[in-house]
């Protein structure tokens, strides 16, 4: 048994949804479960109609649900192949997942608020237009597909907007209502990034979460693989949008892969940490050419490698830098400054200090203003904005002394900000201006892909 995802641009257009269900029937053998983005653009739309109707434009919010409804229309139509009957039935279920959507957008627009709740309930409706469309996409070309209510498998907590599994109640979950299709030699299909509370509350596990969801998916019914089908070869060794000469990484770790999906690569952040538990390989393939094998990860990776295997970057990056002689021999002081990070809920991804200053990263979507208004109390604090952090994720970093001294060259007129390398020997990072961040990019790739390869 394995579990595919699709996500938004696999599933793009009729072609690209026939194309992915190609690439299920070619692997029907081994008992798939499909997991499937909203098709791409439509969860910003559901987003535009949420803010719309806060705002009160009810006009522009019928603009926006009438077109995202005529759009998984034209899909079904064309993939039809005279099998009406499958096409009016879709656009009767199709009809009453947008109803749902206009009765809360009504609600919306009468309160002139959105509360978190709310906004998961709506944003979900993308997967659910998804699911039901490929699987009767399927249905009318012949393919045993059978919808499901992603709220019927995963069960979450209740943080709306980036939900946590409660796996046990998932994998029981799981096993009652996925394996008995799969028994029957029919094909599941879900829609990713949904959840549900055990008090019946719809949840979404964070933007991009699909991929979360169908590693929660692999782990709860102990699948042999986790495939997610994107728009790319697999995991590259740098952005190929930057940089031409990014070739496909064929095996990585779970750690290195986590690392890389930690800074923008093409896999949700979280999306390990079921796989890690269950001990599931995970491979990244494109729907666009399913010939290429893609990137397996697994939890130990390729034997006797080591060295540096990606440059990431993670931009909209803020560096908080903290100042007080207070810390000079005074336990719990770093606690104390750390708890208000908590207090406001802000993540922290890198971290510097020295005997009387603190520096960390942190994303620039956060509250910056009153943090820095209550660590005043604690510290001078220095805010600078538009940086972008520069990852070199590898295995073992620290035993070759050539890995550094390349990158430090390729950024020999190139002003440094912050610099982290963690015992662990996986990454080395380096927050830099964003304005110079291409072409760091590009140099430090060739120095330690190119250039080293070359010699």
Known sequence: MIVIKFGGTS?????????????VAERRHLQPIVVVSALSGVTDDLVAATNAARDGDGERVNEIIDRIRQRHEDVAMRLVQQKFDFFDTFVRRLDKQVEEIHTILR???????????????ILSIGEKLSSVLFAYSMMMRSLPGEHVESEDVIWTNDNFGGATPRM?????????????IVERNHIPVMGGFIGRTVDGATTTLGRNGSDYSAAIVGA??????????????????????????????DHLSHEEAAELASFGAKLHPRTLEPAIEAGIPVRVLNTQNPASPGTLITREGPSQTSGPRSVARKRNVTLVHMTTNKMLGAHGFLARLFHVFEELKISVDLIATSEVSVTVTVDEQHDIDELQRRLRDL?????????????????????????????????????????????????LSIVIDDAASD?????????????????
């Open 220 to 249: 709860a019914v102990g699948a042999e693989e986790v495939q997610i089908w994107t728009d790319v070869d697999g995991l590259l060794t740098c952005d190929p949008r930057f940089v031409p000469a990014a070739r496909v990484i």
């Open 168 to 180: 046990d109640l998932t994998a029981e979950a799981a096993r009652k209502t996925l394996l008995p």
């Open 379 to 427: 510290a001078s604090v220095e805010i600078i904005d538009g940086q972008c952090i520069i990852a070199i994720v590898g295995r073992n970093l620290l035993r070759d002394a050539r890995v550094g001294a390349r990158v430090f060259e390729a950024l020999r007129d190139v002003p440094m900000q912050m610099l982290s390398l963690g015992r662990s020997g996986l990454n």
């Open 107 to 121: 609600g919306v627009t009468l309160l002139h608020e959105v509360t978190a709740r709310a906004r998961d309930k």
């Open 439 to 455: 072409r760091a990019i590009q140099r430090i790739h060739h120095a330690l892909f190119e250039q080293a390869v070359a010699v």
């Open 11 to 23: 599933v793009g257009d009729a072609e690209r949804v026939a194309n992915a269900i190609d690439i």
